[in-house]
């Protein structure tokens, strides 16, 4: 399935490459270009490329009904994690492990010294950044070096850069290096499986694309550990992308997304000005009128802090809030944990006003995956 992985160099860009044969397809080519934002020399290769294909295939190997074979050096610890990354996904998705077959073993490698984070400005990246910077002089600590944006969108668009911007600036106030993927790993798949269930494991891949820089890397959270169901990204399955050379974690977990902003980035002038959140709107833009945008307006106000957020309406309508369409299990749980909040403050139109978009919430009878297992 993945032929001719390669690794090229260059002055500002390294790139990970491989070759993908689906059936009744001549092949793709996947592609990891690695960048440093502020133009400095880029990430050094992976010592192990073939490790960067094996959490992007896995699921759609299983979903296919086909072997993934590697024509590359593999970990061992990363094709143990693998086979019980399948024996997860077998258990929630109801789709047969596939086996994996690499080239050969890879020779053990020794970590990096860096530690990254997945960011995108968003409500739980932001969290596990602070989170961080209040650890710095914490015995034992190793604070994050490395913000990662994965651009998943061919080419460059000025919405982009308007995200890149207040990723740079991110960056830039807290210390960190700011490090660009673009990959065009998600067009690939995405016919074969959804998003929702894949991304942990595309980012994943993204990390491992990255080895020859990091030696642990971060994915936020988007549940806490009291409202954890089958997803793409759960603190039972990132770890299992793991190889001897590079520890990746799931983290913010402890805290529920309304906790998150009412008492953490409420306190954040940076993240108050940064925050991007919208799934609807251009990147680098939020619209302040779909659930996502809402669902943070109420936390925000629920902290005190929606007047002080620069990237979205500073005051917040009841109207609003009430003609809020939710469609899906994950949206309608989020609102329940604000409902639940606002119970113990004084805002009762609010809280009114979220009680009655939970009650015209439209959510599927049953959860589907969003894969074609017929193909």
């Known amino acids: 399935m993945l032929e001719r992985v390669a690794v090229e160099t260059g002055a500002y860009e390294t790139r990970v490459l491989g070759m993908v044969r689906w059936p009744r397809s001549e092949g793709e080519l996947l592609e990891f270009r690695l960048r440093d934002a502020a133009g400095g020399p880029p990430p050094p290769p992976p010592p192990n490329p073939g490790n960067t294909f094996v959490p992007a295939f896995a699921l759609p190997a299983m979903v296919l009904g086909e072997s993934l074979t590697v024509n590359a050096p593999v970990s061992g610890r990363l094709l143990r994690g693998a086979r019980d990354a399948m024996e997860l996904y077998q258990r929630w998705w109801d789709v047969k492990p596939a086996e994996i077959v690499p080239a050969s073993v890879a020779v053990r490698a020794a970590p990096a010294d860096g530690v990254g984070l997945f960011f995108t400005a968003g409500v739980d990246s932001h969290y596990s950044l602070l989170k961080d910077l209040r650890r710095t002089d914490s015995p034992g600590h190793r604070e994050i070096t490395d913000l990662i944006f994965v651009n998943l969108d061919d080419g460059r668009s000025t919405e982009k850069d308007h995200l890149l911007e207040r990723l740079v600036a991110v960056a830039g106030e807290t210390g960190k290096r700011l490090l660009v993927v673009d990959t065009n790993l998600r067009q690939v798949t995405e016919e074969v499986v959804g998003w929702d269930e894949h991304h942990g ?112 309406p500073r005051t917040l309508d009841a109207d609003l809030v009430r003609a809020t369409e939710l469609r899906g299990w994950a949206q309608a749980d989020s609102w329940r944990e604000l409902a639940f909040r606002l119970a113990a403050t004084d805002r009762a139109e609010l809280s009114a006003a979220v009680t009655e978009a939970l009650g015209n919430a439209v959510t599927p009878a049953v959860w589907r995956p969003g894969f074609q297992q017929s193909r």
């Open 201 to 312: 494991a595309a980012l994943a891949s993204v990390a491992l694309a990255l080895e020859g820089a990091l030696g642990t890397c971060l994915l936020a959270s988007t549940s806490d550990h009291g409202h954890l169901t089958p997803w793409g990204s759960h603190p039972l399955l990132d770890p299992l992308w793991s190889t001897e050379g590079l520890a990746l974690l799931h983290d913010g977990g402890e805290v529920a997304r309304v906790e998150k902003i009412s008492q953490f980035l409420v306190h954040s002038a940076l993240a108050l000005r940064t925050l991007t959140v919208c799934r609807q709107a251009p990147p680098g833009q939020n619209c302040g009128t779909c659930d996502e945008c809402v669902a943070t307006m109420i936390a925000l106000t629920i902290g005190g802090g929606l007047g002080e957020c620069a990237t979205l």
